[in-house]
């Protein structure tokens, strides 16, 4: 579901200390305190680096250079010593980028990337206790298992496969040429997303560092048309603006609502055996929008920080209109007004469901719903909370398809239907995520049994009650496999 922002569990640190009054002061941990700090030092230095190391005046050298450096600085910043964890990864990954061939590159990284992760992961929570005692240094750690992975099974797109095997997307993301040291180093350390995210693709990088991303996109529209004898040049900032107002608000909410409406009120004593089921319903809905926030505040600063340094740029929408939300990690309209699991997952932790859908769901030849599930929650750790979630998903994703399948088209011959339908399926859908999420913000076995046993496992029982009596029909699975040059051919001459 997501990448968490530095946990609130981190009592002691081994990075910087000296913001530690201001950290005691807001009774906020030290570690968070860090992580704001660093990425607003980083917005600083993004606009900075976009004014005066613009492609134009500097080499992509001294470009990649600078955004590594300055990438390793905060990491040693927030993290101290348990940085070493996330260097010695990088430079392993390189290793094998180097010697392994290009028709396995793609595997071998993701085994060691991966395990090097999970690895980390068991040690941080069940060696030291839950990570009580421990800085949370799995953010970062995360962020460069996806590059890494990413990065991989594209050079294997490029150089390992042909090229009529590709689809589209892969064809036009595939790296055909390995990059250097350096690049590999400002591709997976820059100082814009080594905290916290997000990923991206390399050619993507790369176009930004030697100052092509943006004409690019560019070239897509027809400019003369518009009025204009060459192209202009888009401006971030007003993006940055908008998404620095939407950081600030997440943050008063953050300090209000997550404050008064804390997980643990889900195993007081009060909620698990006094209130009726309707209030028991409802305060977990509220919970779970009180746990939002966080997540709202971390990933749109980490796009700001971003679009700041003029990566990010996407085109053109069709009022003619500059995007700058092609590493958006979230969009919060549609998620609160979501009205199907599916637009739900869509728009939350963007990103994060791009790369699973590239490194799993589209080569995964069985079960791609269920081993999607399963390496999300491999990435995201090991606490018992996150498996509940994912397999507690992995149900509700397979009731909603049957449902939506089978209940739709009845609802569509009138605009008044159609906004039952939407109503109905709004307040289900919102209720459904609260009640699947909500194991992996309480993270433990125990809470996890006490509140569904609360709630009277009412939706794993109505789920599967949905999948049993309700026909699962073919068309209601949207279609996985991408299609390539080969089946597009295929088909032409069937």
Not at 99 to 112: D, E, K, L, N, Q
Not at 193 to 202: L, T
Not at 231 to 246: N, Q
Not at 260 to 269: E, G, K, N, R
Request: aromatic content about 16%; some cysteine.
């Amino acid at each position: 579901m997501a990448a968490e922002p530095p946990s609130s569990l981190s009592y002691r640190t081994t990075g910087s200390t000296c913001l530690h009054p201001l950290s005691e002061f807001l009774g906020i941990p030290l570690d968070q305190v860090n992580f704001v700090a660093c990425q607003l030092f980083a917005l600083f230095a993004a606009f900075w680096f976009r004014i005066y190391m613009s492609p134009g005046k500097t080499s992509p050298d001294v470009r990649h250079a600078f955004v590594t450096i300055f990438g390793i600085y905060f990491v040693i910043f927030c993290f101290g010593w348990y940085s070493a964890h996330l260097f010695v990864l990088v430079f392993i990954s390189y290793g094998i980028m180097v010697t392994a061939s290009v028709s396995s590159i793609h595997r071998y990284s993701f085994f060691v990337a991966m395990g090097y992760l999970t690895i980390c992961h068991v040690s941080r929570i069940y060696i030291f206790h839950y990570g009580i005692l421990t800085t949370d240094f799995s953010g970062p750690l995360m962020i460069v298992t996806q590059k890494i992975t990413t990065l991989a099974f594209q050079i294997h797109d490029g150089l390992g496969r042909r090229a009529e095997d590709l689809s589209a997307e892969q064809h036009r993301l595939a790296v055909k040429v390995k990059p250097t040291f350096l690049e590999y180093l400002s591709y997976l350390l820059n100082f814009m997303s080594v905290i916290a995210g997000p990923c991206n693709n390399f050619k993507d990088y790369i176009a930004f560092i030697e100052g092509r991303h943006i004409p690019t996109k560019l070239l897509e529209v027809n400019w003369k048309q518009r009025g204009f004898h060459s192209l202009p040049e888009p401006s971030p900032t007003r993006a940055v603006i908008h998404k620095l107002c939407m950081t600030l608000v997440s943050l008063l909410l953050f300090l209000t609502l997550t404050k008064s409406f804390p997980v643990t009120c889900l195993v007081d004593d009060w909620f698990v055996h006094k209130a009726n089921f309707l209030t028991r319903l409802s305060y977990l809905y509220v919970v779970m929008q009180a746990s939002k926030p966080k997540y709202y505040f971390a990933w749109t600063l980490a796009d700001a920080v971003n679009n700041a340094a003029g990566f990010g740029f996407s085109g053109v929408d069709k009022n003619g209109n500059f995007c700058w939300d092609l590493l958006s990690n979230l969009n919060i309209w549609k998620i609160e007004t979501a009205t199907s699991f599916k637009m739900y997952l869509e728009n939350w932790n963007i990103q994060t469901a791009t790369w699973l859908k590239r490194v799993c769901y589209e080569r995964v030849p069985w079960y791609p719903t269920v081993l999607t599930f399963v390496l999300s929650a491999l990435w995201h750790g090991v606490y018992p909370g996150y498996y509940f979630t994912f397999l507690t998903g992995i149900l509700v994703t397979v009731a909603a398809r049957t449902v939506r399948s089978n209940c739709r088209r009845y609802f569509l011959s009138s605009r008044a239907l159609k906004a039952v339908y939407d109503v109905v399926t709004w307040a289900v859908t919102q209720l459904s995520v609260s009640y699947t999420v909500a194991p992996f913000v309480m993270l433990a076995v125990e809470p996890t049994i006490s509140l569904y046993k609360s709630m009277y496992f009412y939706l794993h029982i109505i789920s599967l009650l949905i999948i049993l009596f309700l026909p699962i029909k073919p068309h209601a699975h949207i279609q996985r496999q991408p299609q390539t040059l080969n089946s597009v051919n295929k088909k032409q001459k069937d």
